[in-house]
């Protein structure tokens, strides 16, 4: 969408506007202004033209423009029916200096987890990745993985799911597996240069297509409205990932794996004990019986107490 569509689609969603006007707000010919409106037409917009002026009167289901059509957060979205991974084109954007975008899809051919394991992305779903271009040290980078985790929580909560977040990327419901968070980063030892955060997020998705220990939003509430819960994890995102400091209060509130016993692999072997709190950098704290251990990354299991 180019910057000029931006504007009128952001102008419409403040209510009616006549055409001369918002050519006199945008800088551009009344013409113009006109092509545009046909243009968000020809992509499923309803824009009636009454006394008033331009009104929106139906949004399209989803897509990038749908989804930017009253944002109350500042990233511009961009969408594929199918790619083989958002991550992937976010890099690409990355690399070429953008940032504050969204790459969003419908279905993913290529999706990846963590330690390159497959993650299954069948159409329905939302497979998104931001391109942020964070003023963070490095080490604090991970607060933005949790931050991606507490959005989403958030917005599935709001969505009637009760979600609860599981160290450090998981969104899950009871022990079911909702969601995921990807970090990508590229940086220097004191300079974050970009960051790719990708969240799949198992929507509205043929609960055959999914792993077995899996759950969707349409499993655990019925039907959902992708477009507004879209909407919901980036303004939550966005406003969460404004206060770092804040960010791991948010987390802790909605934390499944704090005061259970856990079990976590990390590349220096297995950690077994209470899960206790989380660090400032969003490392996972483990009272182990024998003291305490910090445990930086790693695949977590929640235990059921004996
Ligand atoms: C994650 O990895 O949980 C991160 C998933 C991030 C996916 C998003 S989608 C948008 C963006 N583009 C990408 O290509 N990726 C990101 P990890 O903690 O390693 O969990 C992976 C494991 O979860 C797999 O080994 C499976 O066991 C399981 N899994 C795979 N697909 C799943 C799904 N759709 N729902 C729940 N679990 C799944």
């Known amino acids: 969408m180019t910057e000029t569509r931006r504007a009128v689609l952001a102008a419409l969603a403040d209510g009616p506007v006549a055409g001369p006007d918002l050519a006199e707000r945008l800088g551009v010919s009344r013409a113009a202004v006109w092509k545009h409106v046909e243009a968000l037409r020809d992509a499923g917009f309803e824009v009636a033209s009454t006394d008033a002026g331009y009104e929106v009167v139906g949004v399209p289901p989803y897509g990038g423009p749908a989804v930017e059509f009253g944002l109350d957060a500042p990233y511009a979205v961009e969408y594929h029916d199918a790619l083989p991974s958002t991550n992937d084109?976010?890099?690409?954007?990355?690399?070429?200096?953008?940032?504050?975008?969204?790459?969003?899809?419908?279905?993913?051919?290529?999706?990846?987890?963590?330690?390159?394991?497959?993650?299954?992305s069948p159409p329905g779903g939302v497979w998104l990745s931001f391109v942020l271009r964070p003023t963070l040290p490095p080490a604090r980078a991970p607060l933005l993985t949790?931050?991606?985790?507490?959005?989403?929580?958030?917005?599935?909560?709001?969505?009637?799911?009760?979600?609860?977040?599981?160290?450090?990327?998981?969104?899950?419901?009871?022990?079911?597996?909702?969601?995921?968070?990807?970090?990508?980063?590229?940086?220097?030892?004191?300079?974050?240069?970009?960051?790719?955060?990708?969240?799949?997020?198992?929507?509205?998705?043929?609960?055959?297509?999914?792993?077995?220990?899996?759950?969707?939003?349409?499993?655990?509430?019925?039907?959902?409205?992708?477009?507004?819960?879209?909407?919901?994890?980036?303004?939550?995102?966005?406003?969460?990932?404004?206060?770092?400091?804040?960010?791991?209060?948010?987390?802790?509130?909605?934390?499944?794996?704090?005061?259970r016993a856990v079990r976590v692999e990390t590349a220096g072997g297995v950690v077994s004990g209470e899960a206790v709190d989380v660090d400032a950098s969003g490392a996972l704290v483990v009272d182990t019986g024998t003291g305490r251990r910090t445990v930086h990354a790693g695949d977590c299991e929640h235990l059921r107490p004996a």
Not at 93 to 117: F, H, I, M, P
């Open 89 to 120: 084109r976010a890099r690409e954007l990355a690399a070429a200096g953008e940032s504050d975008v969204v790459v969003l899809a419908d279905e993913q051919t290529g999706g990846r987890g963590r330690l390159d394991r497959a993650w299954d």
């Open 146 to 259: 949790l931050a991606a985790a507490v959005a989403v929580a958030r917005a599935a909560r709001e969505a009637g799911v009760d979600a609860r977040i599981k160290w450090p990327n998981d969104v899950v419901v009871d022990d079911a597996k909702l969601a995921g968070v990807l970090t990508e980063m590229e940086g220097e030892a004191d300079r974050v240069s970009w960051v790719v955060v990708g969240v799949g997020v198992n929507a509205d998705v043929d609960p055959a297509a999914l792993p077995p220990a899996a759950t969707s939003l349409a499993a655990e509430a019925g039907a959902v409205d992708r477009r507004v819960f879209v909407q919901r994890l980036l303004e939550t995102f966005h406003e969460v990932r404004a206060d770092p400091d804040a960010v791991l209060d948010a987390w802790r509130d909605h934390a499944a794996t704090l005061g």
